[in-house]
Structure formats: C-alpha cells, structure tokens
C-alpha cells in the first residue's frame, strides 16, 4: 500500500501561483512515476502532468508552460508549481502513483484525497 497525501490548496485570483505538495509514505519506490491529476465539478478527472523517475516530465496541453512538477525524493515528496492560474484550473487536484498511461489514457494505482484548488476571477 502507498498512502499519499496532498497539501498547499486554495482560493487564489486569477494570474496568481499555488503549489501543492505529496507526501507520500509506505510502500513507495523511487522508480515511481508521480503524477497530478485534477477533476473539477460536472466534469471527468483528467491528466495534469506526471515526473518520471528519470527526471522527465510529460504535461498536458492546457497547463504547458505554466506547471511545473518537482520531486524531491529524499523526502518522498512530489510537488505541483502552478503559475498563471486561470478561472478553468479550478478543481480538486490529485496526487497519484505509480502514473502511467494505459493504452489510450493516464491512470494510477493509488490516490490521495485531493485538495481544492479555486481560482477567482
């Protein structure tokens, strides 16, 4: 079992900066892929951006540029750097892993509870 918990969100302006962090414990291997998936309301969890063991990174086209995942693996934390935030990022982010992709979409083995994130305009 690996039990992740997720941290740092929040009601932010639009154009502001959040980062949420993953603390994850038990079970966990640094060959990992760490992800961030988010879902907001009315609408499917979708694929925000996962950082490889290798220290590649793959993000989904609506958040290039303005996301950034970082791990630090002596603490088994991943981070999730949000700039530029706008009105449409609001959702309840997850942390997840191991991520991988499945054939025709993201997915992972286990989940945190999700922290809210709320971006006003």
């Known amino acids: 079992q690996v039990q992740l918990v997720e941290s740092g969100g929040g009601l932010v302006q639009a154009g502001g900066s959040l980062r949420l962090s993953c603390a994850a414990s038990?079970?966990?291997?640094?060959?990992?892929?760490m992800g961030w998936f988010r879902q907001a309301p009315g609408k499917e969890r979708e694929f925000v951006g996962i950082k490889w063991s290798t220290g590649s990174t793959n993000y989904a086209d609506p958040v290039k540029g303005r996301f950034t995942i970082s791990r630090d693996n002596a603490k088994n934390t991943v981070y999730l750097q949000m700039n530029g935030l706008k009105p449409e990022d609001t959702a309840v982010y997850y942390c997840?892993?191991?991520?991988?992709?499945?054939?025709?979409?993201?997915?992972?083995?286990?989940w945190g509870q999700g922290t809210q994130v709320t971006v006003s305009s």
């Open positions: 038990g079970r966990t291997r640094s060959d990992y892929g």
């Open positions: 997840a892993a191991p991520t991988y992709y499945s054939g025709s979409y993201w997915t992972a083995d286990y």
